[in-house]
């Protein structure tokens, strides 16, 4: 369960509209998949019981405006938790700019604009070295929700 407890201390909103007022609602769970009778494969997000190593880790975060006021400018930042790995690709969220930090939340890019150093030489960064997601939403509308999510896989 330390995977979860880093998540939710380490989930930062940032809301800039006075009267707005964004909560959110942060789950995990366990994502199996299912081979179908077509032979297609399905994910199946799982209630999050009992995880080892090589499992992969759906983090979904529900925000929700429920003050008077458009919140402008929201972001809603997320560190990798520990001991796991971003799935790369996984981050998604309507109507949102996706980017990404490579040094524990420092600076953020877009994954193909970000870079690391290795050995004096500069390359893209990994999906084994990314620290951080972070969500840009221009704006959340009163009374209206939404979700952004990601995977990662269970070191």
Do not use: C
């Amino acid at each position: 369960m330390k995977i979860i407890r880093a998540f939710v201390i380490g989930l930062i909103l940032t809301p800039l509209a006075a009267m707005a007022d964004v909560t959110l609602v942060n789950q995990a769970f366990k994502i199996v998949l299912k081979q179908q009778q077509d032979g297609s494969v399905t994910e199946e997000w799982q209630s999050l019981d009992k995880i080892v190593p090589g499992d992969i880790v759906g983090y979904r975060i529900e925000y929700a405006n429920t003050g008077t006021e458009a919140a402008t400018s929201v972001a809603i930042n997320n560190p990798i938790p520990e001991k796991t790995t971003y799935i790369a690709n996984s981050a998604t969220g309507l109507n949102s700019k996706v980017t990404y930090s490579a040094d524990n939340g420092q600076a953020f890019a877009r994954a193909a604009e970000l870079f690391v150093v290795k050995d004096g030489k500069q390359q893209l960064a990994r999906p084994e070295e990314i620290t951080h997601i972070r969500w840009n939403l221009d704006a959340i509308a009163p009374a209206s929700k939404g979700t952004v999510e990601f995977k990662v896989r269970v070191n």
